[in-house]
Each structure stands twice: as C-alpha cells, then as structure tokens.
C-alpha cells in the first residue's frame, strides 16, 4: 500500500524560509518520478516543482530560483526547500508520486498524500 506523508508546512514572514519533507513508502523500488503541487484557496491544484528518478528537476516559473526540490532515496523521502517566500505562495501543498511525463510535464498519478499548509504572512 502506497503512502505519502507531507510535513513542515506551517506560518512564516514574506521573504522567510520553510522545508516541505514528504516520506513515501509503499514502493519496491526508488524508480519513480515525484511532483509537489499546490493548491491556494479558490483557485486549481498546480504543479510546483517535479524530480525523475534520476534527480532530474524542472520547477514553475513561479518559483525558480526561490524553491529547490530534491529526494533522498535511503530515507524514502523528497524534500521541498522553499526561500524567500511571498504571501502568493499561500497555500496546501500535495506530494505525488509515480507521475508520468508528456511533452516534458508531469502528469500526476493516484499517489496523493495529505497535505500540509503553507501560509505566508505578517
């Protein structure tokens, strides 16, 4: 049975600094993409960041050079570290994982963890 389990989300300043964990388990093998998404109030689930199993990363152009994705398969878990955060990053964001790509997308798969919150203010 496949689990993902976010963590560390929680409330901080513009221009603060979080680190979003999402531990997996479930799988017998390391061989599978990992996406993060969000989801602000009001508004459709989007993909954030994305790492194939080959460590390769793509990220929205909201977020390049503010947020780093990365995975550490001996703890079976993908990391998301996110800098100099602004009040549109506000948001629940998802871990998915064993998406497919198209046309160099990452199309999420029925792997969905829980959530955890982000919200940036003052």
């Known amino acids: 049975q496949v689990q993902l389990v976010e963590s560390g989300g929680g409330l901080v300043q513009p221009g603060g600094s979080l680190r979003l964990s999402c531990a997996i388990s479930?799988?017998?093998?390391?061989?599978?993409?990992i996406g993060w998404f969000r989801q602000a109030r009001g508004k459709e689930r989007e993909l954030v960041a994305d790492?194939?199993?080959?460590?390769?990363?793509h990220y929205a152009d909201s977020v390049k050079g503010r947020f780093t994705i990365s995975r550490d398969n001996a703890k079976n878990t993908v990391y998301l570290q996110m800098n100099n955060l602004k009040p549109e990053d506000t948001a629940t964001y998802y871990c998915?994982?064993?998406?497919?790509?198209?046309?160099?997308?990452?199309?999420?798969?029925?792997?969905w963890g829980q959530g955890t919150q982000v919200t940036v203010s003052s």
């Open positions: 479930g799988f017998t093998s390391d061989h599978y993409a």
């Open positions: 998915n994982a064993a998406g497919t790509y198209s046309g160099g997308y990452y199309y999420p798969s029925r792997y």
């Open positions: 790492i194939t199993d080959s460590r390769w990363t």
